[in-house]
């Protein structure tokens, strides 16, 4: 209901979630230190035809994690007012409420392969060396967290003898992955093992490892043909 003087308005931004160099503000406003600052504006007055309009344009980092939320809530300031005064979500009834947004993100490794090599270059016979070997990389857009490939190796496959760390107990390898992000170079596991003697003619010794992390609902299988839809052993 009266004349505001010497207003300016800040809005706070996470750093950590934005893109270094991406925040660009509209109407002369700056970045700095965390804030996107416009102002001050010597009189602003009262009502729709003195209404001001800012935007700011930033982008979010390669990898943020699914449901992460981002708040944003500008501050204006001006003389004589008792204290700072937030904006509001139009979309919610609680009034002076930052805007929420919630990041939808996925880590992908829908891709991982599984191939097998007979050592010495002929068919598959009882008493032969395998060589095993996983290859994936994270095609999503989220970090997977805590990752580990799990391989449960057929009875028929003796002297297992797993590479790059692995642990084999159990009647199965695990790998520790750690943290995989997306754009790591790709990984690969191995592992090398003798098929049992003797063996029926024909007999089918399936290999299928499993990829689990932080948040999977159900770890994702290696595939013997990236080409076909369906998740096969090798």
Do not use: C, M, Y
Request: hydrophobic share 45%; net charge negative; glycine share 10%.
């Amino acid at each position: 209901t009266a004349l505001a003087e010497n207003v300016a308005f800040g809005l706070p931004l996470d750093t950590a979630i934005f893109a270094a160099g991406s925040v660009q503000p509209s109407a002369g406003g700056s970045f700095a230190g965390g804030v996107v600052s416009w102002g001050p504006i010597a009189q602003l007055g009262v009502g729709a035809a003195n209404a001001l309009t800012f935007d700011v344009v930033a982008t979010l980092q390669d990898a943020l994690d699914d449901g992460l939320p981002i708040s944003a809530q500008v501050v204006a300031t001006f003389d004589d007012a008792a204290g700072p005064v937030p904006s509001d979500d139009p979309t919610t009834p609680t009034a002076g409420d930052p805007t929420l947004l919630t990041v939808v993100s996925a880590v992908d490794f829908s891709q991982a392969l599984k191939t097998v090599v007979d050592s010495n270059g002929g068919d598959a016979r009882p008493g032969d060396e395998l060589v095993w070997t996983i290859s994936l990389a994270n095609q999503g857009d989220a970090v997977a967290k805590n990752a580990v490939i799990t391989d449960p190796i057929d009875p028929r496959l003796v002297d297992v003898v797993p590479s790059d760390g692995g642990v084999f107990a159990a009647g199965a390898i695990t790998w520790q992955l750690g943290d995989v992000a997306p754009g790591d170079p790709p990984l690969t596991r191995s592992f090398t093992a003798k098929l049992a003697t003797p063996l029926p003619n024909g007999a089918v010794v399936p290999n299928q490892a499993q990829i689990s992390a932080d948040g999977f609902a159900a770890p994702v299988l290696t595939d013997a043909d990236l080409a076909t839809p369906v998740k096969d052993p090798t």
